[in-house]
Every structure is written in C-alpha cells, then in structure tokens.
C-alpha cells in the first residue's frame, strides 16, 4: 500500500513538472560589435552586420566586406543559404546575390521584368527560386533566377505586410491587423494567429515566435495557448535574432549570446 501511494504521488508531480516546463535561457557570450544593425549568424558561425551600407561578415579576425555605392541602402538581408546570400536594394527594386566571399553573382532588376513587379518583400525559396511580394498588385510570387521569369500565387492581400520572414517553402507575414498568415510555394495561404503588439518579433516556426515589447521579451506556442516570459541580463536591446536555439540580442555595445531549450 506504501509503495501504491508513493507511486502515484511521484507520477503526479512527475506529470506536474512536465506540464510546468518552460524555456531555459542561459547566456553563452558577448561580443563587441561596432554596427547599426546586427543582421544574424549562418551555419557556419559567421555574423553579419551593416554599417554605413556596408554588408560585413565576420568571425573572430577574419572579416569581408561589400559595398554597392551605386544602389546605396540595403532594406533586406537573406543569411538562409550561406552560399548565396540575397540583398534586397527596394529603392532601386533590384536584387544582388553573392557569394560565400561576398563576390556578386547575379544582379536581378525587377524593373526590367515582363511582368510589372515593385516589389517590397524579397526572400530566397526553394528551386532556385526568389520569393518577391509585388506591391503592384498585392500578390506574392515566385521568381526563377535562373530561367529569369516569375508567376504569381494565390490572391491578392487585403492589408498591407509589416513584417515578413521566408524560408525555403514559406512565406510568413504579419499584416496591419496583426494577423499572421503563411502561403507555401504552391500558393495556398493559411492564417495562424493573431498577434500582439510588438517591436521586434522572430517566427521561429508556424506554431512558435518569440517577440519584444518595451524591453521585455516573450516565447508563444501558438497550438499549446502557451506565453512565457524569457529572462535575459540586457534591459534595453535594439533587436534580437533567433537561429538554431541561439537567441543573440544586439545593444549599441555589442551582441549577446543565449541558449534557449524550448521543451
């Protein structure tokens, strides 16, 4: 009869600390950073920054730089493909892709596309395939860098795109109502959530992100209706990156480094 009641009072505290499990952070480093903005790590251990326009990639002493004066500011940076990265110039509606030593491979004007782009959203797919948000006419779609040609997927958006993150297969956005959809290569759109106001936000997949507000930061599981507050030392950060487990918050001094095991 002991070991009855033994038993079941450990499974249930065994069950209640499951249920209780949050997130772990553990600060791993921090790196003195001279930049105006911290763009993230890619698989190989590299971290990008910008500074005056200038796209650097830097690990410990080794360090490469590029520069376009021509085309001046750089809105958006795509790490995903260390082998090809994309550069996103929405002023002059042009891509610029280089390689792993910051050598330019191909210049993408979508200006001289058959098909009217303006694109303001730019992200590397799969296929050899560049995703591009057309604001002409609200439609996201797919381009074949290396058949030169794009076709639109699905319909056009009812609110304009505030925020947006790619990968190989989909396109997610978050759109001036807050809500956040995702459409995958074959142009099938879905809504997953609604969000709360933020400054910065990371979708770490299509059930999970992690976003700021006012200093604080914040892990949501979407499926599990879970939100836990993560406890970093840093009490104001420009923004965050998350990649791999590695939260990095980037300060005006520098980036620090976290560990986060999500259970």
């Known amino acids: 009869m002991k070991k009855l009641v033994f038993l ?10 499951c249920q209780n499990q949050k997130p772990t952070v ?3 480093n921090t790196i003195a950073v001279d930049a105006d903005d911290f763009l993230g790590y890619d698989s190989f251990g590299f971290y990008y920054t910008l500074k005056n326009d200038v796209f650097s990639k830097i690990n410990g002493s080794e360090r490469l730089d590029y520069k376009n004066i021509s085309l001046g500011k750089i809105t958006k940076v795509d790490l995903q493909n260390p082998l090809k990265l994309v550069l996103f110039y929405e002023n002059f509606n042009m891509v610029i892709t280089l390689d792993n030593q ?6 993408i004007n979508f200006s001289e596309n058959p098909i009217p782009i303006v694109a303001t959203a730019v992200g590397i797919a799969s296929q050899n395939q ?9 439609q996201i779609g797919l381009y074949d860098y290396l058949n030169q040609n794009y076709k639109t997927l699905a319909t056009p958006l009812s609110e304009n795109i505030i925020f947006y993150s790619t990968d190989f297969n989909l396109f997610q956005w978050i759109d001036t109502a807050k809500n956040w959809y995702a459409c995958d290569i074959f142009g099938k759109i879905k809504k997953i959530h609604s969000i709360p106001d933020f400054d910065c ?8 992100y992690i976003y700021s507000k006012s200093g604080e930061l914040y892990f949501i599981d979407v499926v599990k209706d ?13 923004k965050f990156h998350y990649k791999d487990q590695i939260l990095s918050i980037f300060t005006t001094s520098g980036i620090s480094n976290y560990k986060i095991t999500i259970p």
């Open 201 to 208: 936000i990371a979708l770490l997949n299509d059930t999970q």
């Open 26 to 28: 553990t600060r791993l």
């Open 130 to 138: 560049i995703w591009v948000y057309n604001s002409m006419n609200q």
């Open 102 to 107: 910051l050598n330019e491979t191909q210049k």
């Open 8 to 17: 079941t009072l450990f499974y249930c505290s065994t069950i209640g600390f």
């Open 226 to 238: 879970k939100k836990i507050q993560l406890v970093i030392s840093e009490k104001t950060f420009v």
